[in-house]
């Protein structure tokens, strides 16, 4: 089944400890990207990837890094979360510009 | 700049009746796709129909369509025949695809079906 899957799915974390959402597709898809979605204010791009070692940032990178050594997997890490970043989190692929989602992580910073 | 407006952050709908939810967007960039996504209660985004801003008809996809009036900038979806499984969050989306291929939504419309 074509699927984009992200873990976990429900998170509480506490200020500063680092923490990785991981997130991968089936699809071969060469785009994937980051979301955050907060109440009205819809979803905003975090950071995308247009292929294998090829990354850059969307509208609200700051205290988000991302990887994509493979491409399959596109992590999303923060290194010091604050409560600020309390959210939920998309993953999204796609291959020719329409993209699929995964099902979004809840996250709680304490 | 570029920007999605959603002007309607709630509308209620009788079962069984069309509904326009209203989307501008903004953008210099003569090549542009627009998206509409729905988001039901269990939070999944689910992809509902796209337009090319080079696609000379507007898109149909069974009971979605969408109304694109390039010189007014609008992308309004059209659910025609309503169903209470309708119910959820609607977001309006635009993708630029020259330069920086980023994708920008907007604050989403909340659509009730009524029985």
């Known amino acids: 089944e074509a699927q984009v899957t992200q873990n976990p799915r429900y998170l509480i974390t506490v200020t500063g400890k680092k923490l990785t959402v991981t997130c991968s597709q089936n699809m071969n898809h060469e785009y994937m990207s980051w979301y955050r979605q907060d109440p009205g204010l819809g979803l905003r791009q975090i950071y995308y990837?247009?292929?294998?070692?090829?990354?850059d940032k969307g509208d609200v990178p700051e205290g988000y890094k991302v990887s994509r050594k493979e491409k399959r997997n596109f992590p999303l890490i923060l290194e010091s979360p604050s409560p600020n970043q309390t959210s939920l989190y998309f993953c999204?692929?796609?291959?020719?510009?329409?993209?699929?989602f995964g099902p979004g992580t809840r996250l709680l910073v304490l | 700049a570029q920007k999605i407006t959603q002007t309607q952050p709630g509308m209620f709908v009788q079962e069984k009746e069309a509904v326009t939810l209203d989307c501008t967007y903004d953008?210099?960039?003569?090549?542009?796709?627009l998206f509409w996504y729905k988001q039901p209660s269990s939070g999944e985004m689910i992809f509902l129909i796209y337009?090319?801003?080079?696609?000379?008809q507007n898109a149909t996809e069974g009971r979605y369509s969408l109304n694109f009036q390039k010189a007014r900038k609008s992308a309004n979806l059209v659910i025609s025949a309503s169903q209470l499984g309708d119910s959820a969050m609607y977001f309006c989306a635009m993708r630029v695809t020259s330069g920086t291929y980023k994708y920008i939504f907007g604050t989403g419309t909340r659509l009730k079906v009524l029985a």
């Open positions: 953008t210099s960039d003569p090549s542009y796709g």
């Open positions: 999204a692929s796609s291959l020719y510009g329409t993209q699929y």
């Open positions: 337009q090319g801003s080079y696609d000379q």
């Open positions: 990837s247009m292929n294998v070692e090829v990354t």
